[in-house]
């Protein structure tokens, strides 16, 4: 079946760090993929996308590149900030709005 | 512009009891998917609405329904709650140009004793 599967939390870095958060799918088909970002006492949100293979979504400084060979699609910055603690989710889509998650990765930046 | 309404956002029921969940979608958009997510956990698909006819269902029992109206709006329903249905429920809206992107409300907290 299509899951989800990314690197457990908490991740805690310093203001300034490199975060790589991983994801791996397992999917039929080509799904698009997805990261959201849910902050503190806020709603989940979309911040990055990519529909094709080799496609890179990027977003605030936020970067994802679908790959289909090793079926992972990463999520990179090269500077963290306080504002990006949250909780960040990998996410496919097998079909119109059936979006699979995987199960959270929550980060905290300390200044 | 408003964006995804849900209501109530706090709720506590008893076991066997019968909760029913609202949301309101963005303006123009006529696909609703409710979502059900358990503390620590990421969100797990429950239904898909779009136009009033249902497009998707998730692993989740037969107490579990949900329905669109004529105005997009939509109502998911839990009958004989248990307490493992206690969880965040979302509720997300698109306009289904199959851009993929989901706006999602902020949830309604349901607490079964």
């Known amino acids: 079946g299509n899951s989800v599967t990314q690197m457990e939390g908490p991740v805690t870095l310093s203001e300034e760090a490199f975060l790589t958060i991983n994801c791996t799918y397992t999917?039929?088909?080509?799904?698009?993929l997805f990261w959201y970002v849910q902050y503190p006492g806020e709603g989940l949100q979309l911040l990055l996308k990519a529909t094709k293979a080799d496609d890179k979504g990027s977003n605030k400084g936020f970067e994802a590149t679908y790959r289909k060979e090793t079926t992972s699609f990463h999520l990179e910055k090269g500077s963290v900030q306080v504002s990006d603690s949250a909780v960040y989710f990998c996410a496919l889509e097998t079909s119109y709005d059936k979006v699979i998650f995987g199960p959270g990765t929550s980060l905290s930046v300390i200044p | 512009d408003a964006g995804v309404t849900q209501s109530p956002t706090h709720l506590i029921k008893t076991r066997g009891q019968h909760v029913t969940l609202r949301c309101s979608p963005i303006s123009g958009h006529k696909s609703v998917s409710w979502y059900q997510q358990v503390l620590g956990q990421g969100p797990q698909f429950i239904f898909q609405y779009y136009e009033k006819e249902e497009r998707g269902r998730g692993n989740f029992p037969d107490r579990f329904s949900a329905r669109q109206f004529p105005n997009y709006s939509s109502e998911l329903n839990v009958n004989a709650l248990l307490l493992g249905d206690s969880a965040l429920y979302l509720c997300?809206?698109?306009?289904?140009?199959?851009?993929?992107?989901?706006?999602f409300g902020e949830g309604s907290r349901l607490t079964v004793l």
């Open positions: 997300a809206s698109s306009d289904q140009r199959g851009l993929g992107e989901l706006f």
């Open positions: 999917a039929t088909g080509y799904p698009s």
